[in-house]
């Protein structure tokens, strides 16, 4: 399946797991019934558990990652960014993803894409030839935009199931599907049969990547599950081309529905009090500010959402204090 990236993949990959992360922190902050909680919590293990069996293995792959990552691949990769000018670094990022355009075009007839696969050839001629081998974008001042396919989004559309999570020793994260699909991409990329290049890829990627490494490592309470969840979001957001699948959501829609709106009436009886108490001047002061069109909007909400944010944090410490079989389902 497709979709557009542009110069920095990397960056738009930060993007899209900072907001699969605010997804689920406000999603928590809108729970305000214990049955609504229960249910939520039972939801999300089961989810867990059908989609990560193997945590414990990963858990233990992922920290293995980790301490080579920061003993060995970062500082190989700050020093690349150190003695590397930046045009340089551009072009060898550039240079990589015109090579994968052989896999793009390839598995955009797979998936009987026939004029997405011509525009992708277009792309990647015109950047071989004219782009000196891939080194300048020129195709994207053309108009014709990169689009990211691989193999496990060709088996997807052959309606191969996802399967388990899985993370690979240096490879990082995975599915089942996505891992077997990865070794019919290795095959049909030229670079894996020339000696070296794989080791300077993955010192590009790795040096792109730090922006995102350092978000996750300053912002997630779990890094390993932020990485889980915000790889999964992100492998079926291209495989549904962008379209988002609720079946894969771990809170129910409707669930979500009823929170947000239980905490909207109980702001808006809170506000009701305010306004019986209070001065209607003195109020419009204090607790609610003016829009531009005069109307009165309260600000006590942003309060009691710090609040519902603090209790959250409490409860998922309690989560992970608690013994793994009284949370593990």
């Known amino acids: 399946m497709a979709i557009r ?17 605010s997804a689920l922190v406000f999603t928590g902050c809108a729970s305000t019934e214990k049955r609504a909680e229960a249910s939520a919590v039972d939801t999300l293990s089961t989810d867990v558990s059908q989609v990560d069996p193997f945590e414990d293995f990963n858990r233990s ?11 060995l691949f970062k ?46 050839a277009g792309r990647f001629l015109t950047n071989t030839t004219i782009g000196m081998g891939g080194l300048i974008d020129v195709a994207s001042e053309f108009g014709l ?22 993370v690979l020793p240096i490879m990082g994260p995975t599915t089942l599907r996505d891992g077997g699909g990865l070794i019919v991409d290795k095959a049909a ?12 890829e993955g010192i590009s990627d ?7 490494l350092n978000f996750i490592n300053e912002a997630a309470l779990d890094p390993y ?23 894969h959501y771990a809170l129910e829609i409707d669930e979500v529905v ?29 607790g609610a500010s003016e829009s531009a069109d005069g109307e009165v909007v309260p600000v006590s909400a942003f309060d009691n959402m710090v609040q519902s944010f603090e209790e959250a944090m409490l409860k998922i410490d309690q989560y992970h204090a608690a013994p793994k079989r009284s949370r593990r389902i």
């Open 5 to 21: 990236s542009y110069p920095n993949a990397n960056r738009a990959y930060v993007v899209q797991a900072f907001v699969v992360a």
């Open 61 to 71: 792959v992922y920290a293995f990652n980790m301490g080579l990552d920061k003993y």
């Open 75 to 120: 500082p190989v990769a700050d020093g690349y960014k150190f003695i590397t000018p930046d045009f340089m670094e551009t072009g060898v990022s550039n240079f990589f993803s015109n090579l994968k355009g052989i896999n793009v075009v390839l598995n955009d007839v797979l998936q009987g894409k026939f004029q997405q696969s011509a525009a992708d």
């Open 145 to 166: 935009h990169h689009n990211i396919e691989d193999f496990g989004q060709t088996l997807a559309v052959w309606g191969v199931e996802e399967g388990a999570y899985l």
């Open 189 to 200: 990329n030229p670079g894996t049969y020339v000696p070296g290049t794989e080791i300077l």
């Open 206 to 212: 790795r040096a792109n990547a730090e922006g995102a």
């Open 225 to 247: 599950v932020f990485t889980r969840e915000s790889f999964l979001q992100y492998r079926r957001h291209l495989i549904n081309d962008g379209k988002h699948d609720s079946s």
């Open 258 to 286: 009823e929170a947000s709106a239980d905490l909207n009436v109980d702001q808006a009886d809170a506000n009701e009090r305010v306004a019986e108490t209070n001065d209607p001047m003195e109020n419009t002061h204090q």
